[in-house]
Nanobody, 122 residues
Framework: QVQLVESGGGLVQAGDSLRLSCAASERTFSAYGMGWFRQAPGKERKLVAA????????YYADSVKGRFSISRDNAKNTVILQMNALNPEDTALYYC???????????????WGQGTQVTVSS
């Protein structure tokens, strides 16, 4: 079973950047598609960025295209979400997740981290 631990969240101002990291315990990390989800208070959890197992393909939600970038290092069992030009609408609890299936489909994710809070002030 994959164990995921996120880090890098915090309180920033609008326009700032943050870099979220997710460390995975699984030695077969390279077999998993990885995604970053977020959930704001009172809203559904949504997939914002995802990357295929080898890192060749990526997916971004429209709301973050051009501002967020997902990458992975399979040698270090890590996945990164670089977030630029943050705005208050990006405020949410951000989760790292893993899937053995289609990385671009939210419902396929089986393994989850505990989440890291991102708060963007105006």
């Amino acid at each position: 079973q994959v164990q995921l631990v996120e880090s890098g969240g915090g309180l920033v101002q609008a326009g700032d950047s943050l870099r979220l990291s997710c460390a995975a315990s699984e030695r077969t990390f390279s077999a998993y598609g990885m995604g970053w989800f977020r959930q704001a208070p009172g809203k559904e959890r949504k997939l914002v960025a995802a990357i295929s197992s080898r890192g060749k393909y990526t997916y971004y939600a429209d709301s973050v295209k051009g501002r967020f970038s997902i990458s992975r290092d399979n040698a270090k069992n890590t996945v990164i979400l670089q977030m630029n030009a943050l705005n208050p609408e990006d405020t949410a609890l951000y989760y790292c997740a893993a899937t053995r299936s289609s990385f671009g489909i939210a419902a396929t994710y089986d393994y989850w981290g505990q989440g890291t809070q991102v708060t963007v002030s105006s």
